[in-house]
């Protein structure tokens, strides 16, 4: 392997069937074509041809290759043994990094423009190999006072996994774009009162109609401005489960990646 240089760029590994995130200084570059490929040691050719090899690099104590099969730090998607690495979470034990998360953290770490403001998606639509294809997820509601007629209403507010990841203990506001998927999955599992009273709606507070709750009495407005007020301090205070969970759905995993992630890697807001 001395003839093949270490790489000086953190990537994905550009075998096939690999999706071992190498970082600057662990594997090797190798040239193919007119461009560089990056390789993690153990599919690295050889030289003179493809074939595993052995390191030009030493392993980072940033990440490992993943010998346990368990849920993505960070989507709780669910990641075979030997798919994805491990990485250091804020407590300081190892989680399991799925290859989707892996990709945009180092986009978001390098913080290239072109990355920033380009047209590729960063979140693929064909499940990567070794991810579970699905995801359950709970659908979390409010039920609070409406602020026209004071009767009670119920707010679609949240999006949870059933099995999060320990590191993952918040769950996500639902935006216009969440609501679009969701309404209909409400509507076919019996809450057609709820499902209806999501829809396009006139506000005065930001001078256009968007997508939002309303009340299933009176048809209201419920503004997410004092929804989401409302649902961070009952969240805060006393955790996820002081919401509601209307429905468990199984959603495919580039969807639910969305909402983490947002097609930029801004991510949907942490009910926190």
């Known amino acids: 392997m001395g003839g093949l240089p270490s790489n000086k760029y953190a990537a994905v590994c550009a075998a096939g069937h690999c999706t071992v995130y190498v970082q600057v200084g662990a594997g090797v570059r190798v040239r193919q074509g007119d461009r560089w490929q990056v390789y993690c040691p153990a599919d690295a050719p050889q030289e003179g041809g493809a074939g595993a090899g052995q390191s030009a690099g030493t392993a980072t104590a940033h990440s490992a290759a993943n010998r346990f ?53 960063w979140i693929p639509d064909a499940v990567l190999p070794g991810c579970a294809p699905a995801i359950s997820l709970r659908i979390l509601a409010l ?70 709750n309303g009340c299933q009495r009176c048809d209201a407005l419920q503004g997410d401005f004092p929804v989401e007020e ?5 969240v805060r205070e006393d955790g996820v489960d002081a919401l509601d969970t209307l429905l468990v759905v199984e959603v ?21």
Request: hydrophobic residues 40%; aromatic residues 8%; charged residues 25%.
């Open 143 to 212: 039920s609070r006072e409406c602020w026209k007629c004071k009767e009670s209403t119920v707010c679609v507010v949240g999006l949870y996994p059933m099995h999060p990841a320990r590191t993952d203990r918040w769950a996500r506001w639902v935006d216009k774009d969440v609501l679009v998927w969701v309404r209909p999955l409400l509507a076919g599992a019996g809450f057609e009162k709820i499902a209806e009273s999501i829809k396009p709606r006139w506000s005065s507070t930001v001078n256009g109609r968007y997508l939002s």
């Open 230 to 234: 409302a649902v961070f301090d009952l």
């Open 252 to 272: 495919p995993t580039p969807m639910w990646q969305r909402v983490v992630h947002g097609e930029r890697g801004s991510g949907s807001a942490l009910l926190m």
């Open 69 to 121: 099969a368990g849920p993505c730090m960070e989507c709780s998607v669910q990641v075979e043994a030997g798919a994805g690495v491990l990485v250091p979470g804020d407590d300081g034990k190892r989680g399991v990094q799925c290859p989707v998360c892996q990709v945009v953290a180092f986009r978001c770490e390098r913080w290239d423009e072109s990355d920033q403001f380009g047209t590729d998606p």
